[in-house]
């Protein structure tokens, strides 16, 4: 495995790949969702490039950027087996002085976590495609944990006819449910035990759909109540929406995106289950 | 010489295509100019490939893309002997529907063409990059008529990492000095006439910076008071900025990018000179 931090170096190394390469970028600080990904990579493609870039960009100013939880030599440890490359670019070997281009999906980044989070999603759109212009994969690795980043990111590639295949990998979760994020290590052990509720609230979803629910409000009502049962969770939203259009629906006709975010303390965890 | 109408069709033939490609995207309704580009790029390249393309994106509402000049057959015969593949898709097949993602320079747009013509490099920029991912060129060719648009493709090229080397040909020129362009064919004989008034007023600007004039100040007067002399010319701007920034200067230090829009009826021409 090696490690390459700038982008002239992991051009040069792109060049003499033979056959496909499989493209795991991701924040660091990686748990086994992340290597879930890199294994897939591995299993499809001859070369696997994992990238490591905390991007300022897609968080807002009062976010929490610089507190993002950070261990490379972990990472690099977890890479190992499964890794070609790891690059690692510095914020200004992605962002040089003067950067000022900017890559923007409008419509399906309106709603959701594009909602509470402006701009987040531009800055995710900016720096993958920079990497994928940089790392050239033939398929690229995504976690359904961040359904709208998924979507996101596929529309940007299908629009602007980027040459990756983007692969889809589902959700990893904790023994008890609760889905696996770089963030989950902010909270405290009660929150961590009450931070369940997420998931509860997806199966509830789950359970109402399977015996014929298909009113929106009757199933947010219910997962509401569930998540308040737990003093230490603050809901940010819960919503049923169009899987395509990611816009707020009243009745579940075909598939529908089951998400939600819900702070804990100052940890904003989400997750999501997809209805058919 | 092939024409090829869709993407699948124009991603199957780049996969087979030896060696460097260079590409020429334009609007069609070819001129010289244009044909200057094909030439330099048959010159160094394996394969050409030229898009023709009216981009409505690039285009205000108020604009002329209805009655944008379109001759296909005139085209085609012009390409032919420089040319191995000519791209000339739908707006269909560019924009399909539900399109949704925004390729936009921030900083040197908000400035000439960009001040007056609002959106327009958003619409460049998008679409170019969309041929970029689509054709895959080596080296991609430019006119510096277009001096801004020139500058806000270069810096998408090095911001997104897009893999192309964008080459900035000279602009081609009619006998009395007129930049060529398509929309000189809007002019009527004495529009046409008094157009010269354009190239005229760069020359008194090289003059005058020959002679030691730096004050911008100065030089615009000048300059404003030659096209004045012209009856049926409107000035849109005059511009004497840094040749990097694209903000206007008062005093001429290095180099300075010359440029101005100048209008005859509805006809909107522009040209522009470095002075270093």
Sequence with gaps: MKVIE???????ARKIMPGS???????????????????????????VVVSIFVNP???????????????????LAMLEPFTDIVFM???????????DTWVEVKGITDYLEGA??????????????KLFNIVEPTKSYFGQKDAQQVAVIKKMVAD??????????????????????????????EQRQ??????????????????GERDSGVMRREMTELIEKEPLGNIDYISIADAGTL??????????????????????????????
Tied chains: 1, 2.
């Design 6 to 12: 700038n982008i002239t170096d992991m051009r040069k």
């Design 21 to 47: 390469v499989g493209f795991v970028p991701t924040m660091g600080y990686l748990h086994e969702g992340h290597i879930s990904l890199v294994k897939r990579a591995k299993d499809e493609n001859l070369t």
């Design 116 to 129: 509470v989070r402006p701009g987040h999603f531009r800055g995710v759109t900016t720096v993958v495609n």
């Design 194 to 211: 009450g931070a369940v509720v997420l998931y509860r609230a997806l199966m509830l979803a789950k359970e109402l759909f399977a015996k």
């Design 160 to 189: 602007l006819n980027m040459n990756t295949e983007v692969v889809v990998c589902p959700t990893m979760r904790e023994k008890d449910g609760l889905a696996m994020s770089s963030r989950n290590t902010y909270l405290n052990p």
């Design 247 to 276: 816009k707020e629906i009243h009745r579940i006709k075909t598939l529908a995106l089951v998400s939600m975010a819900v702070k804990f303390g100052k940890t904003r965890l989400i997750d999501n289950i997809m209805l058919e």
């Design 57 to 75: 960009t897609q968080f807002g100013p009062k976010e929490d950027f610089k507190s993002y939880p950070r261990d490379i030599k972990r990472d």
């Design 89 to 99: 670019p510095s914020d200004k070997e992605i962002y040089p002085e003067k950067y």
